[in-house]
């Protein structure tokens, strides 16, 4: 069982950057690919990066490709996702994600463990 607490959410103005912490509970955290997702009013719930279990290997939605940047700190058992030059697109709901696995997972449903989510919101 993993418990994933989100921080670090709030209101930005265009071209501002934001920090997001995901804090993991136990003690196998080194062992989970984990993943950022987000979703706003109305839409589907979409994949924005994911970092595997060594921080050796990552991935972006292209959206946020060159503007977002996934790390974690296994230590901190924390994943986080830095936001530079945030849009108005891009606010929403982020969720953090968890799940045991060696490769990097894109998609939803091959995660199991979720956080509550922290809400970004990007004014023009």
């Known amino acids: 069982q993993v418990l994933l607490v989100e921080s670090g959410g709030g209101s930005v103005q265009a071209g501002g950057s934001l920090r997001l912490s995901c804090a993991a509970s136990g003690r196998t955290f080194s062992h989970y690919t984990m993943g950022w997702f987000r979703q706003a009013p109305g839409k589907e719930r979409e994949f924005v990066a994911a970092?595997?279990?060594?921080?050796?290997?990552?991935s972006y939605a292209d959206s946020v490709k060159g503007r977002f940047t996934i790390s974690r700190d296994n230590a901190k058992n924390t994943v986080y996702l830095q936001m530079n030059s945030l849009k108005p697109e891009d606010t929403a709901v982020y969720y953090c994600a968890a799940e045991f696995s060696s490769r990097v997972l894109t998609i939803k449903s091959e995660y199991d463990y979720w956080g509550q989510g922290t809400q970004v919101t990007v004014s023009s």
């Open positions: 970092i595997d279990w060594s921080g050796g290997r990552t």
